[in-house]
């Protein structure tokens, strides 16, 4: 009998309410109190701790948690061996990958990877960076940073390896982008012993569809509208639907009722010319998730 208990790693630190909020948005209420590492679900199967992204691969890859949601960066920093369930496309600040990048200060004389050789660069991601510079010959001295990299220039660092996602940070501590070493997203990973438990993996399974829902559903709304049966094509011609709009009959049997989905961007511009096309009854209504 498999344990009905479902250890669940969820990233503290810069991830953390962005992981929350679409937790919630999936379906989940969680809850934090205080200072508390241990974050209650409204669901008694899943057990939830809050660990630091950068240790969960291997705390999942050695079982002592069975799943767990983390960056790929991270992934690839420890060499964990993971079952990668899903990519989820999210972050603190947007919905693009976070960069790794090599930066130097504006006035360096470092213009290229081979201007690196025999420098000293700081960063978090010291395995990746060192794996990156040999694969092109460079042979430098990669230091672990912990913390405040991008002050370390031009004193205490001739350049570093920094995350970034808008890029900034950089210059703010008037940092350039000399090339970008990795792409990270965040990833939804289960432990091997985990994904081979059926219970368990059923349970990763759901929680992972339920999290891609609500991806799915940001920047989307819904729209529901009435139209007589003559100015149906007029109609499902301005609708640039998810896929195809679901046509409904009514009562009379002159007129038809359309369901779909729409990005929220547009809503503002078709509206008037659904209405102009015959449309009526047009209601816009928010989305939680879509389920493909």
Partial sequence: ???????LALPAGSLQEAT???LRKAGYRLSL???SYYPTLDDPEIACTLIRAQEIPRYVQDGLMDAGLTGYDWIRENGASVVEVAELLYSKASRRPVRWVFAVPQASPIHSLRDLEGKRIATEVVNITREFLEERGVHAIVEFSWGATEAKPPQLADAVVEATETGAS????DLRELETLLESTPRFIASPAAWADPWKRRKIE???LMLHGALAAEGKVGLM???RSADLDAVVAILP?????TISSLSDPDWVAINTVVDESVVREII???KQAGAQGIVEYPLNKIIE
């Fill in 33 to 35: 109190e205080g200072r």
């Fill in 206 to 208: 759901d929680v992972a």
């Fill in 272 to 274: 008037p010319r659904l």
């Fill in 1 to 7: 009998m498999s344990e009905r208990l479902l250890r």
């Fill in 225 to 227: 509208l009435n139209v």
């Fill in 20 to 22: 929350v909020a679409l």
């Fill in 241 to 245: 639907a998810l896929k195809r709009p």
């Fill in 170 to 173: 950089l210059r703010a501590n």
